[in-house]
Each structure stands twice: as structure tokens, then as C-alpha cells.
């Protein structure tokens, strides 16, 4: 596509639920990272993938968080058992090479919300 | 350790006026990659501009232009003539370019044109 897409854009979600967050990258790009952005607060690392596997995972917060990505190109991210403290935006951004020297092309985000 | 600070929480500009974001990194690294990313409220974050640590000119991409003073490391932004479009959240970020797998990100500075 023409950007990076993520959905959905919004997720409200009960204590204890599990979720999962979709990225789909530009077409073509290699790597793909997900960060999380707290309020008021800037851009956390959770995980990095080249293609479809995962060099860095160290920014993950717990094991209740996962990604996989598949066919090297969308990406999904998955919380279990929801916490409050895990809401956040999560955003997902891609490239066409870990190794560019450019900056990374964003998606919109999504929205959690733990109630 | 990698680290950017943005020590300017809100800032307010005339339209029309100049306005400088200030940004302080410090890293180990000798070749890294400094970038200034855009948050407007609908929360996708754009690429604004970028600096290279051998680059020997400071960056300029139309209005935006940066201020890049390596021995005292910093990277501020200058937005020239501002637009009520300018208007938004700005992140300051800093990326190793031989290990490029994470941004790291400040906690951003919060930028209002009043007309």
C-alpha cells in the first residue's frame, strides 16, 4: 500500500482480555518495528523484524506481549491478559532497510484503551 | 547509553515567526543519524528532517532546518515562518547508523502557533 496501515484504530478493551494489533507495512519494506507511546510521554521500542524474524525483541515490556510477523510483510502484536497500564498508542513503522540512513514511514496507530 | 532530551515541554510561536525546539543526545557512537519527526493530532508521526553525524552542513528541507552543533550535541529544530499547520507535537530522535535497529526518542516538545 500506500502507507502503513494499522488497525484498528481505536480498541477499548476489559481487564484481562487479550488483543491483537495489526501492522501492514509499505509493500517492499524489509523491517518493520513496533513502539508504544504512553501519554504524554515519547516513543518506547518494543520489538523489531527483519523479514520474519525478530533480531530484537528487548524492548518487549513482559511475556504477556508477543509479535510475529508472516509472508515478511504484516505484523501483528498481541497483549494477553490486558492490563490498565498497557494503554497506550501503539505505533508500527517500516523500512525498507535496517541498515537506511532515512527515518522510518509511520502508520496512525492504534488506540488501546484497558477499562 | 543512548539518550535524547528535549527540555522544552510546550512551546508557543507567532505565525509568521521563527521558533527553535532545542534537542541534547548523548551517545558513545561516532557515526550516528539525528531525526526530527512531527505529531500532529491525528498521532502518525512524519518525517521532517535528518542529520548525519559526519555531515559537515546543517540539514534544510523548505522551512525546516537544523541547527546542528556536534561538540555540544545538540540538534535543535528551527521551523522559519510558522503556520498554524506547524502546530503539533515535534520529537527529536537518534539512531545509531551501524547497529540502526531503534529509534531513540525524546519526550517531545509541544508547539502552538497562535495566530
Known amino acids: 500500500g500506500a502507507g502503513v496501515s494499522q488497525s484498528p484504530s481505536n480498541k477499548v478493551t476489559e481487564k484481562g482480555k487479550d488483543v491483537e494489533l495489526r501492522c501492514d507495512p509499505i509493500s517492499g519494506h524489509t523491517a518493520l518495528y513496533w513502539y508504544r507511546q504512553s501519554l504524554g510521554q515519547g516513543l518506547e521500542f518494543l520489538i523489531y523484524f527483519q523479514g520474519n524474524s525478530a533480531p530484537d525483541k528487548s524492548g518487549l515490556p513482559s511475556d504477556r506481549f508477543s509479535a510475529e510477523r508472516t509472508g515478511g510483510s504484516v505484523s501483528t502484536l498481541t497483549i494477553q491478559r490486558t492490563q490498565q497500564e498497557d494503554s497506550a498508542v501503539y505505533l508500527c513503522?517500516?523500512?525498507?532497510?535496517?541498515?537506511?540512513?532515512?527515518?522510518?514511514?509511520f502508520g496512525s496507530g492504534t488506540r488501546l484503551t484497558v477499562v | 547509553a543512548q539518550k535524547i532530551t528535549q527540555t522544552q515541554p510546550g512551546m508557543f510561536v507567532q505565525e509568521k515567526e521563527a521558533v527553535t525546539l532545542d534537542c541534547t543526545y548523548d551517545t558513545s557512537d561516532p557515526s550516528y543519524g539525528l531525526f526530527w519527526y512531527k505529531q500532529p493530532s491525528s498521532g502518525e508521526m512524519i518525517f521532517l528532517i535528518y542529520?548525519?553525524?559526519?555531515?559537515?552542513q546543517n540539514a534544510t528541507e523548505g522551512r525546516y532546518s537544523l541547527n546542528f552543533q556536534k561538540a555540544r550535541k545538540s540538534a535543535n529544530l528551527v521551523i522559519s515562518a510558522s503556520q498554524l499547520g506547524d502546530s503539533a507535537m515535534y520529537f527529536c530522535a537518534m539512531r545509531n547508523l551501524n547497529t540502526g535497529n531503534q529509534f531513540y526518542f525524546g519526550t517531545g516538545t509541544s508547539l502552538t502557533v497562535i495566530p
Open positions: 542529520q548525519g553525524s559526519y555531515d559537515q
Open positions: 513503522a517500516s523500512s525498507s532497510s535496517s541498515g537506511t540512513y532515512y527515518g522510518y514511514t
